[in-house]
């Protein structure tokens, strides 16, 4: 979830008095957003790309050439030059709205990318087994026929192949980013390009993050949605405000963070939820997988791209020891860091403890750290006050959905300066010279200044497949109006999709033994309360 100013790029130094502040909360009103769809009628539009060279680009770069580490490299999650595009002072819906075209089929910053979009799509799809497996079997049995989904979730690379598979099993999808800073311009591009209503760019505004989330969910007489598929909540917040009634009319959500299913579970605890909501964050293959394994990965990719960090004795203090924690205690233990890491639970702090990290209050090492990571799912972890005490050049990042858990907000004032160094990376500036380095100014530090492991999304994208094909073929009543867990069945499922990458190979119970332990041979194999 994100939603704030979209040029990020658009100066060297600023005093932050006078920047926009970016917020990952919900706007005042998104009832408010203008543009919304109300024929599901126009024609195409996109943004066109302005050509700067090497020469403009490195008076916007400090100090920095054109680079693996630039605004054209890899480090943006994006082979293409995604960021880059924000460079442009108008937004792409601007130019739709002022061209006469309030409500396009679809709204991307440049579709002329899309040749390069679909090749790594491509390759995504080589390092996605599960989800292509999924597709292969079900797409003559079209389960998802008729379905109308809204889509809020990150557009890269492996959601295309996610969208791609639903779109195979029968749906139609209407799709928009739920992190302003993670979109893959030439993959929405491609997606776009195949006949996809995409409504998402790299460097979002406020404004545009809204307008892009409400023409995916704003009916239509030719689209009546009856699925959400969201990652941090925004489209059910959103549709559940402005579009009440047709919110009624879905048969289900399925979310996928931690952000999201809190907030599904305060709407169901306030009696405000209507429509039956599957919790895919708590299942097995996503907490283990997309949250442990691929964090463990996904962590270094993003420091390394980003800052160039040697990680070999640094110190480092990882907020949070859930599964996303440990996977970036892991990763940096292995790379000879030194690992401290905050709890409040004492639980995950006894696991922390018995790996070897020592577990700590975050003011008892503040001064002394490299590195400051939160993953949390809170607000207001790391504070201004933190801040304030950092040694010079330490590293602050967030691993978590939303871009509460570093107080950003608290450091756009007249007495700091902002200065960005790279795509992605700011310098703080106190005056007295001291400064420290902020990722992606408080958001998803792997989504923003890396990517994914492909395998680890595929697992994911299988889940939410198969939650969203369980969702809307259940018979009625079987589900109420509450948040339910992926079915163990399914999880074990998806699992079993990906062994034979690895050519592994599962031993299969024998009558008696299935009879011993009360099983049936074929799975479950765990009962639901089992910890893995």
């Known amino acids: 979830m994100s939603d704030a100013h979209g040029e990020p790029n658009q100066h060297r130094k600023e005093s932050v008095a006078t920047a926009n502040v970016p917020s990952d ?5 998104p009832g408010q957003v203008r ?22 680009k490195s008076a916007r770069y400090r100090s920095r050439s054109l680079s693996a580490s630039s605004a054209d490299s890899y480090s943006s999650t994006s082979y293409t030059g995604s960021s880059s ?11 739709a709205i002022a061209a006469g075209q309030p409500n396009p089929p679809y709204c991307v910053r440049n579709v002329e990318q899309h040749a390069f979009g679909r090749r790594e799509i491509q390759i995504a799809e080589q390092e996605m087994p599960g989800i292509m497996a999924l597709r292969a079997r079900a797409k003559d049995d079209k389960p998802l026929k008729d379905a109308k ?12 192949v996610l969208i791609e598979t639903l779109a195979a099993l029968g749906a139609t999808v209407r799709w928009a980013a739920c992190n302003i ?16 209503a995409i409504f998402a760019w790299r460097g979002e505004s406020e404004e545009a993050f809204w307008w892009c989330i409400d023409q995916c969910s704003t009916p239509t007489a030719a689209w009546q949605p009856n699925m959400i598929l969201d990652d941090g909540g925004d489209a059910t917040h959103l549709m559940l405000k402005k579009h009440a009634t047709a919110f009624k009319q879905i048969k289900g959500i399925v979310e996928e963070s931690v952000t999201g299913v809190h907030r599904l579970y305060q709407l169901s605890k306030a009696g405000k939820l209507c429509v039956p909501a599957m919790n895919v964050n708590d299942s097995v293959t996503k907490t283990k997988f997309d949250n442990l394994y691929s964090c463990r990965e996904s962590i270094i990719d993003a420091l390394k791209r980003s800052t160039d960090l040697m990680f070999g004795g640094k110190q480092a203090v990882v907020c949070g020891y859930g599964e996303v924690g440990k996977g970036c205690c892991q990763a940096l233990k292995a790379l000879g860091c030194v690992v401290y890491v905050t709890e409040i639970d004492p639980i995950c702090a006894l696991q922390a403890a018995m790996d070897g990290f020592r577990v700590v209050k975050l003011n008892e090492v503040i001064r002394q750290v490299d590195i400051v990571i939160t993953a949390t799912g809170n607000k207001g972890v790391v504070t201004r006050e933190h801040m304030e005490r950092m040694k010079n050049g330490c590293v602050v990042c967030n691993m978590g959905h939303s871009n509460t858990e570093v107080d950003v907000h608290a450091l756009r004032t007249p007495d700091l300066l902002w200065e960005r160094v790279r795509s992605q990376v700011d310098h703080i500036i106190w005056a007295n010279g001291k400064r420290i380095v902020l990722l992606a100014e408080g958001r998803l530090a792997n989504l923003c200044c890396s990517s994914l492991p492909s395998f680890v999304v595929s697992v994911t994208a299988a889940t939410q497949a198969l939650a969203l094909i369980e969702l809307y073929n259940a018979p009625p009543h079987r589900y109420k109006a509450d948040v339910y867990l992926l079915p163990k069945k399914m999880d074990e499922y ?39």
């Open 494 to 532: 998806v699992a079993s999709l990906h062994l034979p990458t690895f050519d592994a190979h599962l031993t299969e119970l024998t009558d008696e033994q299935a009879k011993y332990l009360g099983l049936n041979k074929v799975g479950p194999f765990k009962p639901n309360y089992y910890r893995y």
């Open 35 to 56: 543009g919304g769809n109300t024929d599901g009628s126009a024609g195409k539009f996109e943004g066109q790309r302005v050509k700067s060279g090497a020469l403009k």
């Open 149 to 160: 989904i809204v889509g809020c979730t990150h557009i890269n690379a492996q959601t295309a």
């Open 25 to 29: 909360s919900p706007v005042t009103d």
């Open 181 to 196: 800073y993670s979109t893959q311009n030439e993959v929405a591009a491609a997606l776009a390009h195949a006949g996809f």
């Open 85 to 95: 595009d924000e460079d442009e002072g108008v937004q792409p819906h601007e130019k």
